[in-house]
């Protein structure tokens, strides 16, 4: 069983930066993609940021230049790094890792969310 730990949510004023942190435990082997989604009040889970397993990255238009995305894999740790933060940012974050476990069976894990508020 993989299990996840999202820490880094909280306030932040309009143009401030926030990291978020999402650390993997468990019988991992690897880990394939890993997103950052974000659910605004009343709107749908939408994804963020994402890493594929050869560390390629891809970011929603509305975050290219602003976000940017990360691994760790000596820590199963992803990182979003988000700077110049706008109001319209503001949403519950969470992580979710795909990977493969010891006993060479897949994984896909979500963390429990995290609130990133962007006001002043």
């Known amino acids: 069983q993989v299990q996840l730990t999202e820490s880094g949510g909280g306030l932040v004023q309009p143009g401030g930066s926030l990291r978020l942190s999402c650390a993997a435990s468990g019988s991992i082997f690897s880990i394939k993609d890993t997103g950052w989604y974000r659910q605004a009040p009343g709107k749908q889970r939408d994804l963020v940021a994402l890493?594929?397993?050869?560390?390629?990255?891809k970011y929603v238009d509305s975050v290219k230049g602003r976000f940017t995305i990360s691994r760790d894999d000596a820590k199963n740790t992803v990182y979003l790094q988000m700077n110049n933060l706008k109001p319209e940012d503001t949403a519950v974050y969470c992580c979710?890792?795909?990977?493969?476990?010891?006993?060479?069976?897949?994984?896909?894990?979500w963390g429990q969310g995290m609130q990133v508020t962007v006001s002043s």
């Open positions: 890493i594929t397993g050869d560390g390629d990255t």
């Open positions: 979710k890792v795909a990977g493969i476990t010891h006993a060479l069976t897949g994984f896909s894990s």
